[in-house]
């Protein structure tokens, strides 16, 4: 039984990169300290996976999860402008490009979640 509505449901800010391949654990790393850390400071913030595709070198995708649209669009602009300026100054603009943002295009709402043996 689901004890909330759909529309009620976590959104999901997905975008997908393409990166150079063998820097693919630097962009990794580069972006848990420079996005992660800001973002999971920010109020609505719940959880961010990064997926590596392994039929396609060099696409990273990255989910993060917002209790909901209203929190992700509060996110000051001033600092993502601040905060992607310093991530690609420390990547390098050439190593990496932003290919797609899914959830422009589907608005994506988590309503279940079953890890472990449990749904949440």
């Given at each position: 039984m689901i004890d909330r509505k759909i529309e009620d449901g976590d959104y999901l800010e997905y975008l997908i990169f393409e990166v150079s391949p063998?820097?693919?654990d630097t962009f990794i790393d580069l972006d848990h300290r420079h996005w992660t850390l800001f973002l999971k400071d920010q109020p609505g913030f719940i959880s961010k996976d990064v997926w590596v595709n392994r039929t396609k070198p060099g696409e990273v995708s990255t989910i993060t999860?917002?209790?909901s649209k209203q929190?992700?669009?509060a996110v000051?602009?001033?600092r993502v402008i601040e905060i992607g300026a310093k991530f690609q100054e420390a990547l390098g603009a050439e190593?990496?490009?932003?290919i797609k943002r899914v959830h422009e295009q589907n608005d994506l709402y988590k309503v279940r979640e079953y890890r472990s043996g449990r749904w949440r």
């Open positions: 063998a820097l693919i999860c917002w209790r929190d992700w669009e000051p602009v001033e190593n990496f490009k932003l």
